[in-house]
């Protein structure tokens, strides 16, 4: 069994050059999901947390709100 890789959220900071404050508005937003928590409460997010984050930016580029690129992304996973 192959066991998937987490990240935290430093590691996730760091890879999609994102700050911690926006990273927690997203997951907030319910625009990305963290996968699970450690026991200390820290969030851990799988790696396609890094496509969604990229989805975001290219349509933050088209000036498209926060709440429109959840409504596109929600669609997305129907």
């Known amino acids: 069994m192959k066991r998937e890789k987490l990240f935290k959220i430093g590691e996730v900071m760091q890879y999609s050059g994102l700050s911690r404050q926006t990273i927690h508005n997203y ?3 319910g625009l990305i999901t963290e996968a699970k928590r450690t026991v ?39």
Do not use: C, P, W
């Open 27 to 29: 997951t907030l937003a």
């Open 40 to 78: 200390s409460g820290h969030r851990l997010y799988d790696e396609s947390v890094f496509d969604r984050l990229e989805q975001i930016k290219v349509l933050q580029t088209k000036n498209y709100t926060l709440y429109q690129i959840k409504k596109l992304l929600e669609q997305q996973s129907k």
